[in-house]
Each structure stands twice: as structure tokens, then as C-alpha cells.
């Protein structure tokens, strides 16, 4: 039984720092110079900004929620927020157990997060972006201004083209994917290594084997050729996430006035900034060939002239280009949106999948029941690396494979319940005061979140919580038929909340979900896992403020199925 989720004892707080961005942020702090230093401008900084906050809202209405965690009265905000970085999954567990259904403040070194049950889901659902806005909140975490991203306050290109191009051509796109991911299968895996007859086990860092593929997905999709295959956009958009994450975590631990003299300071800022150099070159040429392109493509579709496959490409570059406007179609800023896209398109995809291996091999008794409802569809469809090929390929659509997952599905579903990417979503920030239906009155500025992880784990959302159960949402949908299109992954709803919930849900999810489908269906048709170290068992996640982390450090052993 996973502890962490254990509701009878709380969470210990995590012993190990083996991802890069705690590794990153904890050097930093060991290895500084002068860290007598570094604490006191931090405590200063920290002192004159309540000072000001202090004077300038006085009259204005503040919050009346009572704030969890003070040790003692006398223990400062200050000590609270710390505690906070690395010590939230505790705070947010005593919180949710001994305050039930009931409203609380988390103090975080930048932000009050307003911490509401999940009664009032629907409500907040319900009020227009205008006054509660996911973008508003997610944006305010990058830190714009200073990573070179400020069109993410004014406008929503990169949104508009996963929910009106993506979307829409889903399957036409994941059939592109799969190409992409059967020429990035030759190269990420160890197949020089694997012998033939399944007897060798191979040592493989998972997670970093299924990010290199997620990232050539995407790229096919985002950019397509030959962008997709370039070496430097694929490193970008793995450390570009990164990069902006540690350099935004490291800011927001001073007051913006302090900004100015802190962000020259940051290493992973001065990447952010490198990698938005190095995209521009590479995107531009992409936009110098959709320019040149324009005509040729017109012709084409009056049957003139015949294009290429390269030429003939459609991208979600070229949408975005075609329905943009004004600076949205400047290299600068579409270069710099391209690298957004990643931020969610491959970092949580690849620790979804590695979180769905580690619980196969913590529960090895599923392998069986996974593995022969995909050796099932191969035998009539044929193998899952041949999907998105069509029927010159010597395969089906996509679609055709990932539709008849639904074991698979309902061990994704179960997977993300246990280990949501946050703990605390979907969240909100207060553009203008709100009021709520029952008096609770939310300020201008204030961050709105629920307890998503204590939800999902929580007895009287799911029938034993604690058990690792990957049929659970499988039988929902076999109860009857009129429940066979519900209880699917990436679908929104009150007690699945991984994805967000209402009108802010991810645009993206759906061409996650078949991307993780894709990726993990070939795994188990072509190979068996374990843990490296048997003994140490699953690898932890942890947390730095309400982000979760897979263990980067985390290795398996592979070896090819002997049929």
C-alpha cells in the first residue's frame, strides 16, 4: 500500500530530491556563497513587502477564511510559507482531515491560496473567466514578464488552436504521431541491447525514454518536418519546462519589487532566455516555408498542381499562422509560443506513463489481464506499431486500436486518481471580488483551489481509496449501457478532476490520453518491466509547493516478450 496515500497515517515528508528541478533549486540553496546572506535579504524582502501590503490594504476586505498550519501563534508567515515549499502535501492532508467540507487558507511564499471543498465546483464553474481565470493563475506562476512570454496575459492563440484544430482532427493528428513515434521507437529504446530470446534484462530510465518520444510526437504535430527531427528543438522542448519552471519557483520566492535584482542572478533564466534564441531560428524557417508554401497549397486544392508530403503537411504552426494576427504572427512571439506548448505537452504525459509502469510493477499481477486485452486487438488488428499506417501500411487507424483499450483506459484513470500532477486543482485566480451563493467572499488577486488529491483519495468519493484498483472505472462502464461513453479517460468530471474541470479543462487532454494509450500499448505488446531495485519498491513522488514529481532517478529492467 502506497503510504502516502494512506489515509489512517499521514504522509511523512519526502526524503529524496532525485528531480532535476528539486536537485536545481536545492543546490542552489547549499552550494550558495554566502547563504547567511541570501537568508537575510530574503527575510528583509519578505519583512518590507508585508510592511507595504500592510499599509497600503489595510482598508481593503480580506479574506475571513481561517489559515492552516501555525504551529504556535508566534511562529511567522514567513516559516509557514517555507514549510510550504516542501512540506505541502502534509499541510494540505491535516488541513482536509481535521477541517472536513470546510474552507482554508495555505500560505505559499508568493500567494494565499483559498483552499474550497468541492461542493462548490459547479458554482465556480459557472462564473465567467472575467472574474475566476485558470489562465490568470497558471500565467501568474511563469513569472511572463521576465521569461519573454507576456503574450500569455493578452491573448489565447495557443489555446484556440488545441480546441479548434487539435481537437476537431484529433485521430488525423495522433495518425501523424504514431509515425513519428515508430521512427523515435528505433532510436530511444535499447534494442542494440535486447537479445532476441527475452533472457537479458536491460537497465532503462523509463521516464526520460518515454519523454524523448512524446516530444517527436508532439513536435510532428506542433512544427512537423524536418523540425520534428532537429536535435535542438527536441532539447529545447524537454528543458525549456524546466528551465522556466526553476527560474519562476526561484523568483517568486522574493517580492516582485525585488524581481529586477534577482532575475540577472538565475542561471535557468539565462537558458529560458538562450532557448527562446535558438527557437526563433528554428521556427522561423518553419514560418518562411508556410509563407512560401501559401500559393503552391492554393493551387493544389484547385487540383493544379500536386504537392509533396512534406509540402503537403498541416500543422498546428500553420493554423495558428493562418488565423493569427498582428504580433501573434511575429517569429518572436510564435517561436516563444511554440515553446509554451510544451510546457504541458510533454513533462506531464511522460510522468503519467512512468507513473503507469510503476504501478504495474508494484502490482505485477495486472501485467496479464493488460497484455492480453492488447495481444487481443493485435491479433485481429494487427500490432500496435502499425496503427496510424492505414491499410497501404499494413495497419489500421489509430483510433480504430485506441477505441478498444478500455482495460488500459481504466488503468490510466486509476493511475492519475492515485497520482494527480497537482494536489491542489483546478485552480482559479480572482480577477475582481467575487461573492459566492453563501456569503464567502473571495478578493481581487486571491488563488482559488480544491483539495483535488485528498478528494480523489477520500472514502466517501471512492470505495476503498487505498486500493489500487485499475478495474475500477472499467466496471463503472460496463455496469450498463447507457454508461459505456462515460467514465472514459480525459473526460471532466467532480470526482476526476486530473485534467481540470468545466469550460478551463486541459484543450489538450484528449491527444495526451492517446498518446499515453499509443505508447503504452506497444510497451506491453513488445516488452516486460521491473523495478531495478526490487527491495526499494516503488519510486516515491514527492512534492515541491503543490506540484507533484516523479523520482527522475528512477530506473527498470526490460527485456523483450517471448511469445
Same mark, same amino acid.
Given at each position: 500500500?502506497?503510504?502516502?496515500?494512506?489515509?489512517?497515517?499521514?504522509?511523512?515528508?519526502?526524503?529524496?530530491?532525485?528531480?532535476?528541478?528539486?536537485?536545481?533549486?536545492?543546490?542552489?540553496?547549499?552550494?550558495?556563497?554566502?547563504?547567511?546572506?541570501?537568508?537575510?535579504?530574503?527575510?528583509?524582502?519578505?519583512?518590507?513587502?508585508?510592511?507595504?501590503?500592510?499599509?497600503?490594504?489595510?482598508?481593503?476586505?480580506?479574506?475571513?477564511?481561517?489559515?492552516?498550519?501555525?504551529?504556535?501563534?508566534?511562529?511567522?508567515?514567513?516559516?509557514?510559507?517555507?514549510?510550504?515549499?516542501?512540506?505541502?502535501?502534509?499541510?494540505?492532508?491535516?488541513?482536509?482531515?481535521?477541517?472536513?467540507?470546510?474552507?482554508?487558507?495555505?500560505?505559499?511564499?508568493?500567494?494565499?491560496?483559498?483552499?474550497?471543498?468541492?461542493?462548490?465546483?459547479?458554482?465556480?464553474?459557472?462564473?465567467?473567466?472575467?472574474?475566476?481565470?485558470?489562465?490568470?493563475?497558471?500565467?501568474?506562476?511563469?513569472?511572463?514578464?521576465?521569461?519573454?512570454?507576456?503574450?500569455?496575459?493578452?491573448?489565447?492563440?495557443?489555446?484556440?488552436?488545441?480546441?479548434?484544430?487539435?481537437?476537431?482532427?484529433?485521430?488525423?493528428?495522433?495518425?501523424?504521431?504514431?509515425?513519428?513515434?515508430?521512427?523515435?521507437?528505433?532510436?530511444?529504446?535499447?534494442?542494440?541491447?535486447?537479445?532476441?530470446?527475452?533472457?537479458?534484462?536491460?537497465?532503462?530510465?523509463?521516464?526520460?525514454?518515454?519523454?524523448?518520444?512524446?516530444?517527436?510526437?508532439?513536435?510532428?504535430?506542433?512544427?512537423?518536418?524536418?523540425?520534428?527531427?532537429?536535435?535542438?528543438?527536441?532539447?529545447?522542448?524537454?528543458?525549456?519546462?524546466?528551465?522556466?519552471?526553476?527560474?519562476?519557483?526561484?523568483?517568486?520566492?522574493?517580492?516582485?519589487?525585488?524581481?529586477?535584482?534577482?532575475?540577472?542572478?538565475?542561471?535557468?533564466?539565462?537558458?529560458?532566455?538562450? #532557448?527562446?534564441?535558438?527557437?526563433?531560428?528554428?521556427?522561423?524557417?518553419?514560418?518562411?516555408?508556410?509563407?512560401?508554401?501559401?500559393?503552391?497549397?492554393?493551387?493544389?486544392?484547385?487540383?493544379?498542381?500536386?504537392?509533396?508530403?512534406?509540402?503537403?503537411?498541416?500543422?498546428?504552426?500553420?493554423?495558428?499562422?493562418?488565423?493569427?494576427?498582428?504580433?501573434?504572427?511575429?517569429?518572436?512571439?510564435?517561436?516563444?509560443?511554440?515553446?509554451?506548448?510544451?510546457?504541458?505537452?510533454?513533462?506531464?504525459?511522460?510522468?503519467?506513463?512512468?507513473?503507469?509502469?510503476?504501478?504495474?510493477?508494484?502490482?505485477?499481477?495486472?501485467?496479464?489481464?493488460?497484455?492480453?486485452?492488447?495481444?487481443?486487438?493485435?491479433?485481429?488488428?494487427?500490432?500496435?506499431?502499425?496503427?496510424?499506417?492505414?491499410?497501404?501500411?499494413?495497419?489500421?487507424?489509430?483510433?480504430?486500436?485506441?477505441?478498444?483499450?478500455?482495460?488500459?483506459?481504466?488503468?490510466?484513470?486509476?493511475?492519475?486518481?492515485?497520482?494527480?500532477?497537482?494536489?491542489?486543482?483546478? #485552480?482559479?485566480?480572482?480577477?475582481?471580488?467575487?461573492?459566492?451563493?453563501?456569503?464567502?467572499?473571495?478578493?481581487?488577486?486571491?488563488?482559488?483551489?480544491?483539495?483535488?488529491?485528498?478528494?480523489?483519495?477520500?472514502?466517501?468519493?471512492?470505495?476503498?481509496?487505498?486500493?489500487?484498483?485499475?478495474?475500477?472505472?472499467?466496471?463503472?462502464?460496463?455496469?450498463?449501457?447507457?454508461?459505456?461513453?462515460?467514465?472514459?479517460?480525459?473526460?471532466?468530471?467532480?470526482?476526476?478532476?486530473?485534467?481540470?474541470?468545466?469550460?478551463?479543462?486541459?484543450?489538450?487532454?484528449?491527444?495526451?490520453?492517446?498518446?499515453?494509450?499509443?505508447?503504452?500499448?506497444?510497451?506491453?505488446?513488445?516488452?516486460?518491466?521491473?523495478?531495478?531495485?526490487?527491495?526499494?519498491?516503488?519510486?516515491?513522488?514527492?512534492?515541491?509547493?503543490?506540484?507533484?514529481?516523479?523520482?527522475?532517478?528512477?530506473?527498470?529492467?526490460?527485456?523483450?516478450?517471448?511469445?
Amino acid at each position: 500500500m502506497n503510504t502516502l496515500h494512506n489515509r489512517s497515517s499521514p504522509p511523512e515528508p519526502p526524503n529524496s530530491y532525485a528531480n532535476p528541478f528539486y536537485l536545481t533549486i536545492k543546490d542552489g540553496i547549499e552550494h550558495l556563497n554566502y547563504p547567511k546572506t541570501f537568508a537575510l535579504i530574503l527575510i528583509t524582502s519578505w519583512l518590507l513587502s508585508n510592511t507595504a501590503k500592510w499599509l497600503t490594504n489595510g482598508k481593503r476586505k480580506k479574506l475571513t477564511i481561517p489559515t492552516w498550519g501555525y504551529r504556535s501563534w508566534f511562529e511567522p508567515t514567513l516559516l509557514l510559507q517555507a514549510r510550504f515549499v516542501m512540506g505541502a502535501r502534509q499541510l494540505v492532508h491535516e488541513a482536509y482531515t481535521k477541517m472536513p467540507n470546510m474552507p482554508f487558507v495555505l500560505k505559499r511564499y508568493d500567494a494565499d491560496f483559498l483552499i474550497l471543498p468541492i461542493r462548490y465546483l459547479d458554482e465556480l464553474r459557472l462564473i465567467p473567466l472575467s472574474k475566476l481565470s485558470n489562465k490568470g493563475a497558471n500565467v501568474a506562476n511563469l513569472v511572463p514578464e521576465y521569461h519573454g512570454i507576456t503574450f500569455l496575459l493578452t491573448n489565447n492563440l495557443h489555446v484556440e488552436v488545441l480546441r479548434k484544430k487539435l481537437t476537431p482532427e484529433l485521430w488525423k493528428f495522433i495518425d501523424s504521431a504514431s509515425s513519428e513515434l515508430s521512427h523515435g521507437w528505433d532510436m530511444s529504446l535499447p534494442h542494440a541491447q535486447l537479445s532476441a530470446n527475452g533472457n537479458d534484462w536491460v537497465k532503462i530510465d523509463f521516464e526520460r525514454t518515454v519523454r524523448d518520444l512524446v516530444a517527436r510526437m508532439t513536435a510532428k504535430v506542433f512544427l512537423g518536418d524536418p523540425a520534428c527531427r532537429d536535435e535542438t528543438w527536441l532539447g529545447i522542448s524537454v528543458d525549456f519546462s524546466i528551465d522556466l519552471f526553476t527560474a519562476s519557483f526561484t523568483m517568486k520566492m522574493f517580492p516582485p519589487w525585488m524581481y529586477p535584482l534577482i532575475a540577472p542572478l538565475i542561471p535557468a533564466r539565462r537558458r529560458v532566455l538562450k #532557448q527562446l534564441k535558438a527557437a526563433r531560428k528554428i521556427v522561423g524557417e518553419q514560418m518562411r516555408k508556410h509563407a512560401s508554401l501559401k500559393e503552391k497549397r492554393a493551387q493544389a486544392n484547385r487540383g493544379e498542381v500536386a504537392l509533396t508530403e512534406e509540402e503537403a503537411q498541416d500543422t498546428l504552426l500553420d493554423w495558428m499562422l493562418d488565423h493569427g494576427k498582428g504580433d501573434e504572427v511575429r517569429v518572436e512571439e510564435m517561436s516563444a509560443r511554440q515553446c509554451v506548448l510544451t510546457l504541458a505537452s510533454i513533462h506531464t504525459t511522460a510522468s503519467q506513463a512512468a507513473n503507469m509502469i510503476f504501478d504495474l510493477c508494484e502490482h505485477p499481477q495486472w501485467w496479464g489481464v493488460l497484455q492480453e486485452e492488447v495481444d487481443g486487438i493485435a491479433k485481429e488488428l494487427g500490432p500496435p506499431g502499425l496503427a496510424g499506417r492505414g491499410k497501404d501500411g499494413g495497419g489500421v487507424s489509430v483510433k480504430e486500436w485506441c477505441v478498444r483499450l478500455e482495460k488500459l483506459d481504466s488503468f490510466f484513470q486509476e493511475t492519475q486518481r492515485r497520482e494527480p500532477p497537482i494536489m491542489l486543482g483546478p #485552480q482559479r485566480l480572482a480577477q475582481q471580488d467575487v461573492t459566492l451563493k453563501d456569503g464567502t467572499y473571495i478578493p481581487r488577486g486571491t488563488r482559488v483551489a480544491f483539495p483535488m488529491l485528498e478528494h480523489q483519495m477520500d472514502p466517501q468519493t471512492y470505495e476503498n481509496p487505498n486500493e489500487y484498483d485499475p478495474m475500477r472505472f472499467y466496471r463503472k462502464r460496463h455496469e450498463s449501457p447507457d454508461q459505456m461513453h462515460l467514465h472514459m479517460a480525459g473526460q471532466t468530471h467532480p470526482n476526476v478532476l486530473g485534467f481540470g474541470y468545466g469550460n478551463q479543462a486541459c484543450p489538450g487532454r484528449q491527444f495526451a490520453v492517446a498518446e499515453i494509450k499509443l505508447i503504452m500499448a506497444r510497451m506491453l505488446y513488445e516488452f516486460e518491466f521491473k523495478f531495478a531495485d526490487e527491495k526499494k519498491g516503488r519510486p516515491k513522488t514527492t512534492y515541491i509547493n503543490e506540484m507533484a514529481m516523479t523520482d527522475w532517478n528512477a530506473r527498470l529492467l526490460m527485456r523483450k516478450r517471448v511469445r
